[in-house]
């Protein structure tokens, strides 16, 4: 049985963690810090029966990214400037091409980017991004290859997407026998 201490302990230790985590999911700080009180909330709540803390208050953070999604499917994105792309000899061209892969990451589907952002950012083996997602393994491999190939073609052609034929190879791709 764990107590209150253990977990105040909890929380304080892997704070950052967790928010880094939660923030790479939403790309947004408030919503990010929202998600994860809830997420401590309910571990709170259920604490002497939960046996891996880690685990639990990351996959409650990302269901609940994932039905926020669900329920608003419109993405904004508000500027007070048109975005511009950046010269060759451009100091600032890095930023805009790390500004171009965070928009693209923020179109993925919540559960690929949960995949993308626990394998690379958060550096776990497949076996625990499975295990932290309630999926198989195989799962985990399909969805991080179509993350990167989407990542891939969003920063190839910023302006398009493909559609759901051309990424599966289908009739919709250029190029295309006929």
């Known amino acids: 049985m764990q107590t209150e201490d253990e977990f105040r302990d909890f929380v304080t230790s892997r704070w950052r963690a967790l928010q880094r985590t939660a923030y790479l999911l939403t790309g947004d700080h408030g919503r990010a810090e929202d998600l994860l009180q809830i997420a401590l909330v309910r571990a709170h709540r259920r604490w002497s029966r939960i046996e891996d803390p880690e685990l639990y208050v990351r996959r409650v953070v990302i269901n609940l990214n994932v039905a926020w999604w669900r329920r608003r499917r419109v993405p904004e994105q508000l500027t007070d400037r048109v975005p511009e792309p950046g010269a060759s000899g451009d100091p600032h061209a890095g930023l805009d091409l ?14 690929m980017r949960a995949v993308l952002v626990l394998r690379y950012f958060e550096d776990l083996p497949e076996a625990e991004v499975a295990r932290v997602l309630g999926c198989s393994p195989g799962t985990v491999k399909s969805q991080t290859s179509r993350g990167l190939d989407r990542l891939r073609d969003a920063l190839r052609d910023p302006g398009r997407e493909r559609t759901t034929n051309e990424r599966a190879g289908g009739p919709g791709m250029a190029g295309r026998r006929q």
Do not use: D, K
């Open 98 to 111: 790390r500004e171009e892969l965070w928009t693209a990451v923020l179109r993925l589907p919540p559960r």
